[in-house]
């Protein structure tokens, strides 16, 4: 149990600081990130929601990263991730084609299936963390597991980022004429 702690520690941690970096760098990524939320949830003040939403991921960055935050970064980050999946299938049910600036400006792809399935992984990641959390991990790793575990973690984070990248590849090609 340790071993996949320590892997989806890795995983959710650096998916959320790379999050959390895409959407600060720069006024237009906040501006887009702002823009995105505005158009999921048009009854909230997207300003302030999109701050909340920075804040609350930084925060899950932190309490994933002390030991004795563990546990509770780990219900937040579901928590969080839920409410995302909620935000995204009830933009794809009704046909919307907002900009998936999950990551920051870098993706103009549209909230859509794939973006779906990527928060179902990021969720069983997370979830496995918080059981593994709450079964206290389970154990000593050596070295080679640590490094292991955080490798396939930090993977598993990659192909979380490549998401659009990796939907496109099997979008059928658009015949001209």
Same mark, same amino acid.
């Given at each position: 149990?340790?071993?996949?702690?320590?892997?989806?520690?890795?995983?959710?941690?650096?998916?959320?600081?790379?999050?959390?970096? @895409?959407?600060?760098?720069?006024?237009?990524?906040?501006?887009?990130?702002?823009?995105?939320?505005?158009?999921?949830?048009?009854?909230?003040?997207?300003?302030?929601?999109?701050?909340?939403?920075?804040?609350?991921?930084?925060?899950?960055?932190?309490?994933?990263?002390?030991?004795?935050?563990? /546990?509770?970064?780990?219900?937040?980050?579901?928590?969080?991730?839920?409410?995302?999946?909620?935000?995204?299938?009830?933009?794809?049910?009704?046909?919307?084609?907002?900009?998936?600036?999950?990551?920051?400006?870098?993706?103009?792809?549209?909230?859509?299936?794939?973006? /779906?399935?990527?928060?179902?992984?990021?969720?069983?990641?997370?979830?496995?963390?918080?059981?593994?959390? =709450?079964?206290?991990?389970? @154990?000593?790793? @050596?070295?080679?597991?640590?490094?292991?575990?955080?490798?396939? @973690?930090?993977?598993?984070?990659?192909?979380?980022?490549?998401?659009?990248?990796?939907?496109?590849?099997?979008?059928? =090609?658009?015949?001209?004429?």
């Amino acid at each position: 149990m340790a071993h996949v702690l320590i892997s989806c520690r890795a995983f959710i941690t650096l998916v959320f600081v790379l999050s959390v970096a @895409g959407k600060v760098k720069g006024r237009q990524a906040f501006r887009g990130f702002t823009d995105s939320v505005r158009a999921l949830a048009p009854r909230l003040p997207a300003g302030p929601a999109a701050v909340s939403v920075i804040a609350t991921e930084a925060l899950i960055v932190v309490l994933l990263a002390l030991p004795m935050t563990l /546990l509770a970064g780990f219900v937040l980050a579901t928590g969080l991730l839920s409410a995302f999946s909620v935000a995204i299938g009830a933009s794809v049910r009704r046909g919307e084609q907002v900009a998936c600036r999950c990551f920051g400006a870098a993706s103009t792809a549209p909230l859509g299936p794939a973006h /779906l399935i990527r928060n179902a992984f990021l969720l069983a990641g997370s979830l496995a963390g918080l059981l593994c959390a =709450l079964t206290a991990g389970g @154990g000593a790793v @050596g070295i080679a597991g640590v490094a292991t575990s955080f490798v396939f @973690g930090t993977a598993a984070a990659g192909v979380t980022l490549l998401t659009d990248d990796i939907s496109r590849l099997f979008r059928p =090609l658009r015949q001209e004429g």
